[in-house]
């Protein structure tokens, strides 16, 4: 069975540029999490989507990033303009029934690195 | 902050040896997970909990749950090199938010 699938695995591109990832998720989830991963902050939701409706972006940490879910199998997190502090590992999951009370299913991530 | 933190950061055992990792959480929870994180990869599920039950097993590990004193711990039995990985508890908080802890780095030498 695929697994939750992320695009690209790695990213390198110079502040100032958008930067979009891609995530397709596992067919018949219908939550959706993006999640930034630092050694300094340790992994934080960023955002929550329940049946492609945005639930919970409290943790999105700025105005220059964006999450969006066209269709049940189609994500896309971008950042724009982006910033060396911005650097990291971006993983996404998907969950049937929820944040609640189910396991969550990460795809392998985007290594991104902002110079 | 992040809800949860585990003890030890770091651990290392020989193979065959039993592993055990805690973590601590600061508000209610309905439920808490346990995370693996092979170098590289994205996580994997280990084994949930919820907040009524006590303890809950999955092959060779063990996962207690004490909600009194806001903590769990994972339990590896028999460990192996293949063992070797960032395990990490989540907790569900108030609202829709969802915390990893920071976690613990598990090395089973051979």
């Known amino acids: 069975d695929a697994g939750v699938i992320q695009s690209p695995r790695h990213e390198v591109t110079e502040m100032g540029q958008e930067v979009t990832l891609r995530c397709k998720p596992i067919s018949g989830h219908n939550s959706l999490f993006w999640y930034r991963q630092t050694m300094m902050r340790g992994l934080e939701l960023l955002i929550y989507f329940n049946n492609n409706v945005p639930i919970d972006d409290s943790g999105m940490p700025e105005d220059r990033f964006s999450a969006k879910m066209p269709n049940a199998s189609f994500s896309t997190l971008k950042i724009q303009p982006s910033e060396p502090r911005d650097s990291a590992v971006y993983f996404c999951a998907s969950s049937f029934g929820g944040i609640r009370n189910q396991p969550q299913h990460f795809g392998d991530g985007t290594r991104l690195s902002i110079l | 902050s992040q809800q949860g933190e585990e003890d030890p950061q770091a651990l290392s055992i020989q193979e065959g040896e039993n592993a055990t990792m805690n973590c601590s959480y600061k508000t209610s929870i309905n439920n808490l997970q346990w995370y693996r994180q092979n170098s590289g990869r994205g996580l994997v599920h280990l084994i949930l909990?919820?907040?009524?039950?006590r303890e809950k097993h999955s092959g060779r590990l063990r996962v207690t749950l004490d909600t009194s004193k806001k903590s769990s711990s994972l339990l590896i039995t028999a460990s192996r090199a293949a063992d070797t990985a960032s395990y990490f508890c989540?907790?569900?908080?108030?609202?829709?938010?969802?915390?990893f802890g920071t976690g613990t780095s598990l090395t089973v030498i051979p």
């Open positions: 989540a907790t569900d908080g108030t609202g829709n938010q969802f915390y």
């Open positions: 909990i919820r907040s009524n039950e």
